[in-house]
C-alpha cells in the first residue's frame, strides 16, 4: 500500500492557473475521491500525478519519492496505474491483447527478447498471458478475453480499462470518472469491484467522479477543488454538506 502526498503543487497554463498551491495526502490503502465542478482541475492533477504535465511548482511523493521530472513510463514502473476519463482501448485488439498491451511497459525482456524470441522472452509472455488473464477473471471478463474491445458493450469496456490498468499490478490506481456511461446497476457493481481490488490487491485508489451517490458510498476521504483550489477535504457526509462545497456546485448550476 502506498502513500501520495501532493506538497504546494501549482500548474499554470500561461495566465490560467489550473491548479493552485494544491496539498494533499492520499492514505495508504485508502478510496479517495477528488471531485469538484467542471474546470476545478482534477483531470490536471491526475496528468501530473502520471506524468503527462509537469507541475510549475511543488512535489509530487509516492512513498517519499519525488514523481516531478519522471516521464509516464517511469511513474508506471514505479507502481502507478490509471484509466481515462474518454476510454483509451484498442478498439481492434481482442480484450486480452489490450491487457497484455499495457504490460509490456513493465517487462524487461521488451526489445531484445522480441528480435530473437529468446527462451526468457517466451516465459515472460507465459507470465504476462497468465497476469492478463487473472486480472480479466478479477473484473469477471475471462469469458470475453478473445472478443474484440470495440465489439463490448460500453460498461464493459469502462472493466477492461480496469483489467488493464491492474496487469501492470501497481501500488496505487487513478480512476478517472470510472462511473461515466453506466447505469445504476452497473455503478452498484462498479462500487464493489473497487473496493474488492483495494483489499484484494492491497490497493491505494483516487478517484476523479461526478456522481455523488457513488462519491458517498464509495469514498473513505474526500477532496474538493474549485478553480484549481482546495475548498474542503474530509468524509464524504461532512463534505458533501459542507456551504462552501454546494455553493461551488450551485454556483455552476450543478447540485450536489
Ligand atoms: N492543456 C491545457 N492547456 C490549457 N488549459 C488547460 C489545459 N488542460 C486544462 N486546462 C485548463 O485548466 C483548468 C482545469 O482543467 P481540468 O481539465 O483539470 O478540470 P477538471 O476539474 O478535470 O474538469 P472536468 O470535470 O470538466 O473534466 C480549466 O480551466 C482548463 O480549461
Given amino acids: 500500500m502506498s502513500t501520495l502526498t501532493l506538497k504546494n503543487v501549482t500548474l499554470k497554463f500561461g495566465g490560467l492557473v489550473a491548479v493552485n498551491d494544491l496539498t494533499v495526502q492520499i492514505g495508504a490503502g485508502s478510496i479517495t ?10 483531470t490536471s492533477v491526475f496528468n501530473m500525478i502520471t506524468g503527462f ?9 509516492l512513498d ?22 474518454n476510454l483509451r482501448l484498442f478498439p481492434n485488439l481482442t480484450v486480452l491483447d489490450n491487457v497484455k498491451a499495457g504490460m509490456h511497459s513493465r517487462t524487461k525482456q521488451a526489445v531484445w527478447g522480441a528480435l530473437w524470441h529468446t527462451r526468457a522472452q517466451r516465459q515472460e ?16 471478463m475471462e469469458q470475453d478475453c478473445a472478443r474484440i474491445a470495440k465489439n463490448l458493450p460500453y460498461g464493459a469496456q469502462r472493466y477492461l480499462e480496469i ?17 461515466a456511461g453506466l447505469n445504476y446497476e452497473e455503478k452498484e457493481a462498479l462500487i464493489g469491484l473497487i473496493r474488492s481490488i483495494r483489499d484484494t490487491y492491497g490497493l491505494t485508489v483516487l478517484i476523479i467522479e461526478h456522481d455523488m451517490g457513488l462519491i458517498k458510498k464509495i469514498s ?17 457526509e461532512a463534505v458533501l454538506n459542507n456551504p462552501r462545497v ?11
Avoid: W
Fill in 246 to 256: 454546494v455553493e461551488a456546485y450551485l454556483g455552476k448550476e450543478e447540485a450536489v
Fill in 163 to 179: 483489467a488493464r490498468a491492474l496487469a501492470t499490478q501497481p501500488k496505487l490506481l487513478l480512476l478517472d470518472e470510472p462511473a
Fill in 64 to 85: 517519499g519519492q519525488n514523481l516531478v521530472g519522471k516521464k509516464p513510463s517511469q511513474i508506471t514502473r514505479l507502481g502507478l496505474a490509471r484509466t481515462f476519463q
Fill in 33 to 42: 475521491s477528488m471531485i469538484g465542478p467542471n474546470g476545478a482541475g482534477k
Fill in 220 to 236: 473513505d476521504h474526500v477532496v474538493v477543488l474549485d478553480y484549481g483550489q482546495k475548498i474542503a477535504e474530509g468524509v464524504p
Fill in 125 to 140: 509472455e507465459r507470465l504476462i498471458e497468465q497476469t492478463a488473464l487473472d486480472c480479466l477473471r478479477f473484473v469477471g
Fill in 53 to 61: 504535465y509537469k507541475p510549475t511548482a511543488g512535489q509530487i511523493l
